[in-house]
Nanobody
Framework: QVQLLESGGGSVQAGGSLRLSCAVSGYRSSNYCVKWFRQPPGREREGVASITFGGTPASYADSVTGRFTIFQNNAKNIVYLQMNSLKPDDTAMYSC?????????????????WGWGTQVTVSS
C-alpha cells in the first residue's frame, strides 16, 4: 500500500518561497503519477502539478506555471513542490496524491491515495 506524507508548509509573505515535500513509501508500479493538489478555504480542490514515476513533470495548473516546479529525488521516494513568487491566492491546504491512473489529467481518480496535507498561508 502506497502511503504519502506531506511536509514543508508554513506562513510566508507574498513574494516569498516555500518547498513542499511529499514522502512516498510502499511499492508503486511505474504507472503511478504523483500529483499535488490544493484547496483554498471555501473553494474547490485544484490540481497544481503532476510528475511521472520516472521524474518527468507532466503538467502544471495555469495559475502556477512559471512560479512552481515539481521534481523528485533520485530514489523516487520524495516529490517536491518548489513554490516561488507566492501570492495570497496561493493560500490553501496542499496535498499530494498517488494516482495509479497516470498523469493524463491533473485530477484524481477514485483510486488515488492521499496524504494528510500541509497548510500554506501567504500574507500580503
Amino acid at each position: 500500500q502506497v502511503q504519502l506524507l506531506e511536509s514543508g508548509g508554513g506562513s510566508v509573505q507574498a513574494g516569498g518561497s516555500l518547498r513542499l515535500s511529499c514522502a512516498v513509501s510502499g511499492y508503486r508500479s511505474s504507472n503511478y503519477c504523483v500529483k499535488w493538489f490544493r484547496q483554498p478555504p471555501g473553494r474547490e480542490r485544484e490540481g497544481v502539478a503532476s510528475i511521472t514515476f520516472g521524474g518527468t513533470p507532466a503538467s502544471y495548473a495555469d495559475s502556477v506555471t512559471g512560479r512552481f516546479t515539481i521534481f523528485q529525488n533520485n530514489a523516487k521516494n520524495i516529490v517536491y513542490l518548489q513554490m516561488n513568487s507566492l501570492k495570497p491566492d496561493d493560500t490553501a491546504m496542499y496535498s499530494c496524491a498517488a494516482d495509479p491512473s497516470g498523469c493524463a489529467v491533473l485530477d484524481c481518480s477514485s483510486m488515488c491515495l492521499w496524504g494528510w496535507g500541509t497548510q500554506v498561508t501567504v500574507s500580503s
